[in-house]
């Protein structure tokens, strides 16, 4: 049994995996708001709310998938790679044509799982070691070593969370310099903390990033409309 929970598919017939697990503790993280996938809509949420959560073995998972015909899987939530299954789960997509886009904050990175990952987003919470431990509970010494080994920009988008209380933009523009560092090429996404209402300071922060690391871009979640369609409890 893996830690897989929930699962919904996009528009776009890729489909996206949440995990039930991950051992840090960031200020900013969504699920301390919501175990759901906030892109449904309030009455499946509802829904949702009212049935707890129950894990699903790999078997069925791939099952899943392959009757909804999807070919792209997100693998977050959580995180993955704090699964044991996780490497197995991935095994077991590929052999089905089924590719696996890691969503990880890096730690737990391995040879196998890089070479099992069509495409890893990896986030770096913090470059500056007192932020990373006062953000997430936790030091980012080994972060800092993985993104050094497995930043390549084929297989790797860079990703931050803005939360100006900690996060600031001088601390972005500091991530930015280290992704540089290791190679220009690697895209950059920011994304807005989920906590914050008023986006034109962060808009401003993503302008100025982009000076330090021309890669520099973010995502308008915040208007997307189109809700995904749920494949995992069903309600
Ligand atoms: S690493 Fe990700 S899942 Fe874990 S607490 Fe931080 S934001 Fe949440």
Redesign the pocket.
Known sequence: MSYVYHIVKFKDGSAYLMFDV?S???LY?V?NLNMWCSSLSAHVQAGLKTKGIKYIGIEETVKILKENSVSLVFLG???PTQDPMLSDLMRSLKKENIESWLIT?GELLSDELFELAKGITFSIKALDRAKHIRL?GMDNQKVVENFKRYGKPEKVVAETVYFPALIDCNEVVEIAKFIESVDSRIRFRIDPAVQLKDLSAFRECVKNVKMVHEKTYYIKFREKTEAPELLYPLV
């Open positions: 991950c840090w503790n960031c993280c699920r939530g959580g995180e904050n997430t």
